[in-house]
């Protein structure tokens, strides 16, 4: 079964809004490599949610794929912020999946932290310049992850 890593702000939203709402639409991704990794994600693939853009910026708990990839209805409402006037109601160009909760982890697991060990040297999280959204983790970096599970 595929892994994943989901990076979201979490005074936008974090793991403890995923878990009060229990499942939640991923959208608003506006990369075309981040959108095709979703389109990817299948039922019951197993989900890193990333805290970024904060103090403790980290792995802050574990999600799963809820509902597979379907158009992203935001693109088309013009108050909201992850509207794209380019894109076309017969051929959507964005895409989201559902999320639902599966742990929060008592902290965060820092991202100086896993770039710091050898092991996860290859993680596309840790390369320099990295910056997507949505991105693969092998089976390898997943099991390593949870044994640094604070």
Same mark, same amino acid.
């Given at each position: 079964m595929p892994h994943w890593l989901m990076k979201t702000e979490p005074d936008l939203f974090s793991i403890r809004d995923l878990f009060r709402q229990k499942t939640s639409p991923w959208d608003g991704v506006r990369n075309y490599q981040a959108r095709n990794f979703m389109d990817q994600m299948r039922l019951g693939?197993?989900?890193?949610? #990333?805290?970024?853009?904060?103090?403790?910026?980290?792995?802050?708990?574990?999600?799963? &794929? &809820?509902?597979?990839? #379907?158009? /992203?209805?935001?693109?088309? /409402?013009?108050?909201?912020? #992850?509207? /794209?006037?380019k894109s076309d109601p017969a051929k959507p160009r964005w895409r989201r999946v559902d999320i639902g909760f599966v742990e929060a982890w008592p902290a965060v697991l820092p991202l100086a932290r896993l770039k710091s060990d050898p092991a996860l040297s290859d993680m596309a999280l840790v390369q320099k310049g990295s910056r997507l959204s949505v991105m693969p983790v092998t089976e390898q970096q997943w099991h390593y992850i949870l044994g640094l599970k604070p």
């Amino acid at each position: 079964m595929p892994h994943w890593l989901m990076k979201t702000e979490p005074d936008l939203f974090s793991i403890r809004d995923l878990f009060r709402q229990k499942t939640s639409p991923w959208d608003g991704v506006r990369n075309y490599q981040a959108r095709n990794f979703m389109d990817q994600m299948r039922l019951g693939d197993t989900v890193f949610i #990333y805290h970024s853009s904060c103090k403790d910026v980290g792995i802050a708990g574990i999600g799963e &794929v &809820v509902r597979e990839s #379907y158009p /992203d209805i935001s693109q088309f /409402d013009e108050k909201s912020p #992850y509207f /794209d006037a380019k894109s076309d109601p017969a051929k959507p160009r964005w895409r989201r999946v559902d999320i639902g909760f599966v742990e929060a982890w008592p902290a965060v697991l820092p991202l100086a932290r896993l770039k710091s060990d050898p092991a996860l040297s290859d993680m596309a999280l840790v390369q320099k310049g990295s910056r997507l959204s949505v991105m693969p983790v092998t089976e390898q970096q997943w099991h390593y992850i949870l044994g640094l599970k604070p």
